[in-house]
């Protein structure tokens, strides 16, 4: 499972693992799995783990005060999952976190992440890249909710993350994209008839 975790540290830093620091890795990324509808993080708790997915999918939201989902982020393979807020401050959380899919991961502790992999390079160049990558995409989401129709919002969905589309039933791409199942489904049959 690690070698997945090598691989994407590799692609988004340019400063090379020694083996010293790839064995840091190991043992502060524990495997986990967990089976469809297993929750990773339950609203209330406090997020005592960031993962990594090697296989799978899992999807982070909010239940409101009528019942309805509000899906906040989809997540697959070499994607990162957990409520940062949470995690940062030890405060509990207003999200679920499940997986989707069976899905395969590795999570480390805040204490992991602090103690044990502050000190390598690499890692801290990977996630001042993925911070920077996180900030820019939250931009964009929250712009495309306020400033696109929904069907602009789908047709972006479908460009950046089509694999989305495949794993995720409408009624979850529906809640992501902050529509209703009736108004995705009119969408894609505009889409299929152009």
Not at 67 to 82: A, F, K, M, R, Y
Not at 92 to 104: K, V
Not at 112 to 128: C, H
Not at 170 to 189: M, P, V
């Amino acid at each position: 499972m690690h070698e997945a975790l090598f691989k994407y540290i590799k692609t988004h830093s340019l400063t090379p693992l020694t083996e010293s620091e790839m064995e840091v890795i190991k043992n502060t990324f524990v495997p986990n799995k967990l089976r469809k509808r297993q929750y990773f993080l339950q609203e209330g708790e406090v997020c005592k783990y960031m993962a990594f997915i090697v296989k799978g999918a899992m999807r982070q939201y909010s239940v409101d005060d009528k019942g309805v989902e509000h899906i906040v982020q989809l997540s697959i393979e070499n994607w990162w999952v957990g409520d940062r807020e949470s995690h940062t401050n030890l405060t509990p959380s207003i999200y679920n976190i499940d997986a989707w899919e069976d899905t395969d991961f590795l999570q480390a502790t805040k204490d992991g992440f602090l103690n044990r992999l502050s000190s390598i390079p690499a890692i801290n160049e990977l996630f001042r890249n993925l911070d920077e990558r996180y900030a820019i995409a939250t931009q964009k989401r929250l712009n495309a909710h306020i400033s696109l129709t929904a069907e602009k919002r789908y047709a972006e969905l479908a460009k950046s993350y089509p694999e989305f589309l495949q794993r995720f039933p409408q009624h979850i791409i529906a809640s992501y994209l902050g529509i209703t199942k009736e108004t995705l489904s009119r969408i894609r049959k505009q889409m299929v008839s152009k």
